[in-house]
């Protein structure tokens, strides 16, 4: 599909953005850094509320007298609100001011918080849970196209990889912290303390977001010229690909690792660690490798998540199951940025809905993965879902990397 490119300039704080002959957006007046931290410290947020449920689920459960598996849906409700608000948030707001969006958006995940900590039962709690859905989808998928209008278009991966830093840290501190502040303070105050740092977050976007206008195309009409991409719904694919063979696998870890190596749970707390600490450095590394080698990323990430799930698969060593979770750590740690990276080079007039179709596709490739490497686990082995899983993302990464290459090949 051609592409179709803005001519112009479009205001965003007083500052001017024109386009660029290859189509992407060109900041002439100063960066706001700032800005794209508080962006960073909202999805830090976000994502933490999203993952607390999981370290708390025996308490909530026990707490609102319901089998641990029907308060497990609190995970999913949010996971598919997230990924219906992500595609639709720019449709449903075409006009609105992007910082607007993203403070009321955060002010929904306070509020949602807030609900959860004071549920009187499970249906109270699931349509909160459902609000934060709504809240993380939009505002992961709207991030990507605030950021492109906070710093110049070759700064865009540096952006991303901060905003994306906060999903690292929240992904590595919310179990802990959730299963330690649990037993201390009890699951509500836990969400108490998650409508805290959401409302810091909004705070922070007040006194540092500028005005941002909405992208040139922010209608459903530009929507479906997305979706009809080829190349966009070639890049989903892989995209699924990716998330989906790492969650297959992630999903199953300690069964995983248990099965292949005799770590005990002091161990396998010290190998999440690890994971943790390779998936933030991968995630800092991420945005100068999109900015600078775009191709490399989109192939070395996805390449290195499969290199280490193959690794753990085939055993050993305490040693080398360490070095197999660093090795996935780490290449994960760069797959949002990169594939964030490339949707807004691929649509550089379309960002809102490249970015919100990118976060859906991640979010139900989390269910469908998820899914796919219970039943393997379950029926095959436990450590069936790491092959299968490394093959789809090392497939998915070749395939992004195809699709970069021929997309610079049509502009030149």
């Known amino acids: 599909m051609p592409d179709e490119r803005v001519t112009g300039s479009v205001r965003a704080h007083g500052a001017a953005r024109s386009t660029t002959p290859d189509g992407t957006s060109e900041r002439a007046g100063p960066e706001s850094w700032l800005g794209v931290t508080a962006l960073s410290l909202g999805v830090f947020a976000f994502v933490m509320a999203e993952f607390l449920p999981a370290s708390l689920l025996p308490r909530i459960s026990a707490d609102l007298d319901v089998s641990t598996g029907a308060a497990g849906q609190a995970v999913s409700v949010t996971a598919f609100a997230g990924a219906a608000s992500a595609l639709f948030i720019s449709v449903v707001l075409p006009r609105a001011d992007r910082r607007r969006v993203m403070m009321g958006l955060t002010l929904l995940a306070t509020a949602s918080n807030v609900a959860v900590a004071i549920a009187p039962d499970l249906l109270v709690l699931l349509v909160a849970r459902l609000l934060l859905g709504v809240a993380l989808g939009g505002f992961w998928a709207m991030s990507t196209a605030v950021a492109a209008q906070l710093v110049r278009a070759e700064h865009l991966g540096r952006a991303l990889t901060i905003i994306n830093s906060g999903v690292a840290l929240a992904t590595v501190a919310a179990v802990p912290l959730g299963t330690y502040l649990g037993d201390v303070w009890g699951w509500r105050w836990v969400f108490v303390m998650a409508a805290g740092v959401a409302l810091i977050a909004l705070l922070a976007q007040a006194l540092t977001l500028p005005s941002v206008r909405p992208g040139a195309e922010s209608s459903l009409r530009a929507l479906g010229a997305v979706l009809r991409s080829r190349v966009v719904v070639a890049g989903l694919v892989s995209i699924l690909l990716v998330f989906a063979g790492h969650f297959g696998g992630f999903t199953y870890i300690r069964p995983a690792t248990e099965a292949v190596s005799d770590l005990d749970a002091g161990a396998f707390a010290v190998l999440l660690l690890v994971f943790g600490a390779t998936n933030l450095l991968g995630t800092l590394l991420a945005g100068p490798l999109a900015d600078r080698s775009p191709r490399l ?116």
């Open 297 to 412: 990323g989109l192939f070395a990430f996805p390449v290195l998540l499969g290199t280490g799930m193959l690794v753990l698969f085939s055993g050993g060593s305490t040693a080398i199951v360490f070095v197999a979770a660093g090795l996935w750590g780490f290449g994960f740690g760069g797959v949002p940025t990169t594939v964030l990276s490339w949707g807004a080079r691929t649509e550089p007039t379309r960002i809102e809905q490249v970015g919100g179709a990118i976060v859906t596709v991640a979010n139900l490739a989390i269910a469908v993965g998820a899914g796919i490497g219970g039943i393997l686990t379950d029926r095959v082995s436990a450590t069936a879902s790491l092959p299968l899983g490394a093959a789809t993302c090392v497939a998915g990464g070749l395939l992004l990397t195809y699709l970069n290459r021929a997309r610079a090949d049509d502009r030149t």
